[in-house]
Each structure stands twice: as C-alpha cells, then as structure tokens.
C-alpha cells in the first residue's frame, strides 16, 4: 500500500521540513516523557475537554499517556507495515506499550519519515502531543510574566511615537525592569502605572477580563472573593457588598504570585 510521497507545493512543507519537524515533536516527548508519569502540578479537577479537543489547560497527565502510548504503537506498525523491508531480520520485536522504545524506533526512521505518504498526518497529530506534553511537563516555560505594552512615548526624528515594547517581570529583577526596546526601567508597580493609568477603581467581576487581557492570567471571580475574604487583596473603595478595587495592586499581586510559581519551576 505504499503511496508515492505528495510532490511539495510552496505552501507544503517538504519532506526533509517534515522529518526535521516530526524528529522536533518525538524528541520534546521523549524528553517530556519522564514528567508526565510524575508531574509536578496536577491539573484542578476532573479531566478536560472532548476528545480531539485542546483545552487552554493542561489535559490530564493519565489520557495524555494513553494517547501517545496508542498513536505511536499506530505509527510504528503502520510503519513496519508500509515498509518491511526496514526492518532487519536480526531486530528485536519491538513492545508497542514501551513509548522510549518506540520514539527511539521512530526517530531511527526521521531521516526519510518526510517523504512518506502520511508524513503530513503524523507531523499534524505528534505535534499536539508535542504541546500538550510540554504543557505538563513543563507547566512554566518561563518565569517571566508580561506587563503590558511600554507606553513611553520615544521621539523619533521629531516625532512622537509611543513605545511597545513588550515589558517582562521576571522573578529575579522585580524592582529593575527594562523595556527591551527604548530601554526604560522601572518597577512592577511603576510600569503598572504607566500601563494601566490612573482610572477608577473596579469590581471583583470587572477584574478577570482585566486580569485575563492584561497579564494573560486567568483568575476567576471565586479565587479573587477567597483573597478579598484572606486579605490578600484589599478594597480601596466600595460598600461592604460590592467592594471596589484598585487594578495597579490587584495587578501586583498577581505579578508576585506568578513570580512566586516561577521561581518554584524554575
Ligand atoms: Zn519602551
């Protein structure tokens, strides 16, 4: 049943693009393999998603195993079936539940896998597994957290133009950040400022999109209630019922918290 390899068009990656992609996604799983059998977080909750979903969050370290195990066990012997004359005679039978034995396997293959006929669906499934491996494995790629857009105006030959450079806190540099581009510093709370101004106070519900839009941190209203009822967060305004805060600290919170997870991955 062997199909002759699509000829690569301008939008299409080639066969050689394709192996180096594949070899990318089995080596992330290989290397992720390890932590998802110990994850250092467990997801909140039961598990997420339909299948063929992708949940924003990570999906379960269990049915994220039981799904590599069962597509590379497919690949291998889809494989060894469209191609048997790769395999030596002497060759040990390989275990399609052992999941190093098969990346190893298959990674052996890398270097023509591109040309195949289902190159194109292999790169397509081993790269969500990819991503989601990596998720789990490595829940924080980076122990920075983005603040915003830089609003310092930069003159540029007479002109005013604002900034944008993308403005990081990282845990080790909280109270010296720089702009990557007009090189500006401040601290967390001094480039809060400049992002978020000085606009009125807001609600508890009115936070999460804030939260969401502007840190990329999805906090939901109950979390934030739990703080406010732990004093973690302190109204600056309002009645008992519907207290009112101040996003720069709700803001710095966070950005502490965050820091605080960094540093604990890192
Ligand atoms: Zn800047």
């Given amino acids: ?6 000829t690569a068009t301008r939008d299409e990656p080639t066969p050689a693009e394709y192996s180096a992609q594949i070899r990318r996604h089995l080596e992330t799983i290989r290397r992720a393999w390890l932590w998802l059998q110990f994850p250092t977080t467990t997801p909140g909750g039961a598990p997420t998603g339909k ?23 497919y690949w291998c012997h889809a494989l060894l079936e469209d191609h048997p004359e790769g395999r030596r005679a002497d060759a040990p039978l390989l275990d399609l539940t052992d999941v190093p ?14 040309g195949w006929a289902f190159a194109k669906r292999m790169e397509d499934e081993l790269r969500y597994h990819a ?19 830089c609003p310092v105006t930069i003159g540029a030959g007479g002109e005013a133009v604002t900034c944008g ?15 990557p581009r007009c090189k500006t510093k401040d601290t967390i709370e001094g480039w809060l400022l400049r ?19 502007r840190l990329g941190v999805r906090v939901d209203e109950r979390t934030l209630q739990r703080w406010h009822k732990a004093g973690r967060i302190t109204p600056c305004d309002g009645t008992e019922g519907k207290p ?4 720069r600290h709700v803001l710095t ?3 502490a918290r965050e820091a605080m997870k960094g540093q604990r991955s890192a």
Wanted: proline fraction near 11%; include cysteine.
């Fill in 51 to 73: 299948p063929g979903s992708r949940p924003p969050i990570p999906v379960d370290p269990l049915s994220l195993r039981a799904e590599i195990t069962h597509d590379l066990a």
């Fill in 195 to 213: 992002i978020v101004g000085t606009d009125r106070p807001v609600t508890i519900p009115q936070l999460v999109p804030i939260l969401a839009g």
């Fill in 244 to 247: 009112l805060f101040d996003r």
């Fill in 1 to 6: 049943m062997t199909q002759p390899a699509a």
């Fill in 131 to 149: 991503i989601d491996a990596r998720t789990i494995a490595w829940p924080r790629t980076s122990d920075s957290i983005f603040l915003g857009e």
């Fill in 253 to 255: 919170v966070v950005v």
């Fill in 165 to 179: 450079g993308r403005v990081r806190a990282t845990a080790r540099h909280v109270g010296d950040i720089p702009c």
């Fill in 101 to 114: 034995a098969m990346l190893e396997h298959l990674l052996a293959e890398t270097r023509w896998i591109g």
